[in-house]
């Protein structure tokens, strides 16, 4: 075998031994279990939008002058909330490899994205609006920062688990309660990770995970995927 050989073989296990770790599936599982919510969000965007000249004409005269609302509503609102849904999907998918009730796990991990997302919004006054859940977080722009929670949060959840961790209960209790006793400890483990980061976020930087995470990601991808190394990389990425 020649030397070309030895280093594709080589490169070849080690790619492989990478596709095979429980982020990276749960990653993958997690993200493609979200596209329906970007292909239905797509039919209604296009309905709204469909490439004919004369298709506002029509359809105003079938639903009225506000016809594209509820069709906006539908692609916006799948659409706007991908970042959710990936962040509770990933935490889900990675309990799920790792053979512990998912459910409960989709949900902290859900719950710990929006506590690491702004939870405050400028309106077109200047006035900031507090207590909401932005739709720019929980969009595309939340993406990096549902990935990160996603998998930490079932790693946390799971290893606390596999610690024995638990809070059992007794054999006449019906499954579906042992396992929400199950989740408290690995839940509150993980909350609390999520509660820590917040602090250090906020008062240690003045930002919170989300942003500080686009700020770090945003320059090196627009840079990275400008060039035919960015590129390749992506396109290696994406045939995991």
């Known amino acids: 075998m020649g030397t070309f050989e030895k280093i594709r073989s080589t490169l070849e296990e080690l790619i492989g031994r990478f596709a ?15 596209l329906p919510l970007t292909m239905l969000g797509s039919i209604f965007l296009l309905i709204s939008s469909f490439p004919i000249s004369n298709w506002n004409d029509i359809m105003t005269g079938i ?36 053979g512990v ?8 991990a859900l719950v710990n994205f929006l506590v690491l997302i702004p939870s405050v919004v400028t309106g077109a006054d ?21 990935i990160v929670v996603g998998l930490v949060t079932g790693w946390i959840y799971t290893s606390v688990l596999a610690r024995g961790w638990r809070i059992k209960m007794p054999a006449s209790v019906p499954t579906g309660v042992a396992d929400t006793f199950s989740a408290l400890i690995p839940g509150f483990l993980s909350i609390v990770a999520a509660f820590a980061v917040c602090i250090i976020m906020r008062f240690g930087l003045a930002t919170t995970l ?30 995991l």
């Not at 009730?101 to 902290?108: H, K, S, T, V």
């Not at 840079?223 to 994406?238: D, N, V, Y």
């Open 20 to 34: 095979a770790t429980t982020a990276i599936n749960a990653l993958k599982n997690g993200v493609i279990a979200t």
């Open 126 to 146: 200047g006035a900031e609006v507090t207590g909401v859940i932005s739709k720019t977080w929980s969009g595309g722009s939340g993406m990096a920062t549902a």
């Open 63 to 98: 639903m009225g002058p506000d016809w594209q609302y509820p069709f906006t509503q539908v692609s916006s609102n799948t659409f706007d909330i991908i970042a959710m849904a990936s962040a509770a999907s990933i935490g889900y998918q990675y309990a799920k490899l790792k």
């Open 101 to 108: 009730e998912p459910f409960a796990c989709g949900l902290i």
């Open 210 to 239: 989300a942003e500080f995470l686009e700020g770090l990601l945003q320059a090196p991808l627009q840079i990275g995927l400008g060039s035919l190394p960015g590129l390749l990389m992506l396109t290696f990425l994406i045939s």
